[in-house]
C-alpha cells in the first residue's frame, strides 16, 4: 500500500494543501494520504514533532511522512529524508526530525542539488514529488547521499531525582487538557509510594486512571494513553480554570 501521511501548518483556508496533495497524486494517482494536522500554529515545530511523535507509530511500517513546517525558513539546512524505525520521513533539516526519538535516525539522506531546485513552495516542488516517489517503490538513497549537517533539537526534558521529578506542560488540547512530558517509566522507577503532584495552587496524592474518576469540575492527573502525566479538570477547562499554559511547571514530589 502506497501511503503517505501529510503534517503541516498550511491552515485549512488557502490552497497549500490541496496543491501538496495534488503534485503527489499526479505522480502516483493511487496514493493514499492520510492528514496528521493542518492546524499547528506557523513555525510551531515543537508542536509538530509532539504531534508526529504521538501518532507516527499507529501507522504501518514503511508509511511515508511528509512534514511541510518552516521549509522556507533560514533555520532550515536544505532537505532531507530520513529512516526510523522502519518509517520514511521527508521533511526540512530545521530540526524537526531530530525531535521524533531520542537516538538517532539509522539513516539519514540530504537530498542533491538536481533534485532541490529554487521554489517559495518547497513542500509542492522538493518534497512531495520526493515522498510520492518514495511511497511508491524508490528509496531515498535515489534523491541523495548521507547527511553530515542533521540539525538536532532538545525538546525540554523533565529533570527527576530521589526527592522530585519536575516537568513542564508541552500541550494544552483543544479540551482544556494539559500534557506534559513526565514519563510513567520515570515516575515508576522513582516512586517509593507517596507522593504529591504540585500544579499552580493545587497538590494532588493520588493518580486516577480515567477522566470521570472525579466529580464534574474537579482536578485529575493521571498517566494517558502516551503514558506521560497529564492534567486537567473534568468537563473543564483545565489551562484555564488551573492557570496552566505550556511550559508551566509540574512537580511530584515524593515522601520518604
Same mark, same amino acid.
Do not use: C, W
Given at each position: ?142 534523491? /541523495?547521499?548521507?547527511?553530515? @549537517? =542533521?540539525?538536532?533539537?532538545?525538546? $525540554? &526534558? ?5 526527592? #522530585? ?27 517509593? /509510594?507517596?507522593?504529591?503532584? @504540585? =500544579?499552580?495552587?493545587?497538590?494532588? $496524592? &493520588? ?5 470521570? #474518576? ?43
Amino acid at each position: 500500500m502506497a501511503l503517505v501521511t501529510f503534517l503541516s501548518d498550511f491552515g485549512d483556508m488557502d490552497y497549500y494543501v490541496p496543491a501538496v496533495k495534488a503534485k503527489m497524486l499526479s505522480i502516483n494517482p493511487q496514493l493514499q494520504i492520510v492528514d496528521i494536522s493542518h492546524g499547528i500554529a506557523a513555525f510551531d515545530l515543537e508542536h509538530a514533532a509532539f504531534l508526529l511523535r504521538a501518532t507516527f507509530r499507529e501507522f504501518p511500517k514503511g508509511t511515508v511522512h511528509l512534514v511541510g513546517i518552516n521549509t522556507t525558513g533560514t533555520a532550515t539546512i536544505g532537505y532531507i529524508g530520513i529512516k526510523l524505525e522502519d518509517h520514511i520521513f521527508i521533511g526540512p533539516n530545521n530540526g524537526i526530525l531530530s525531535m521524533l526519538a531520542d537516538y538517532d535516525p539509522g539513516i539519514i539522506v540530504q537530498f542533491a542539488d538536481i533534485h532541490v531546485k529554487d521554489s517559495t513552495f518547497p513542500t509542492r516542488d522538493i518534497l512531495a514529488p520526493i515522498a510520492a516517489k518514495v511511497a511508491s517503490g524508490a528509496a531515498i538513497h535515489d534523491f /541523495g547521499g548521507p547527511s553530515t @549537517q =542533521f540539525k538536532k533539537l532538545m525538546p $525540554r &526534558q523533565a529533570k527527576a531525582t530521589r526527592e #522530585q521529578i519536575v516537568g513542564h506542560v508541552v500541550r494544552v488540547d483543544r479540551y482544556g487538557n494539559l500534557i506534559t512530558n513526565i514519563q510513567r517509566e520515570v515516575f515508576e522507577k522513582l516512586n517509593p /509510594g507517596k507522593f504529591t503532584v @504540585q =500544579f499552580g495552587r493545587e497538590n494532588l $496524592r &493520588q493518580l486516577q486512571t480515567g477522566y470521570d #474518576q472525579v466529580e464534574a469540575g474537579e482536578p485529575y492527573v493521571f498517566f494517558n494513553s502516551l503514558d506521560v502525566l497529564e492534567i486537567g479538570i473534568n468537563h473543564g477547562h483545565g489551562g484555564n480554570l488551573l492557570g496552566l499554559k505550556r511550559d508551566s511547571v509540574v512537580y511530584i514530589n515524593f515522601e520518604p
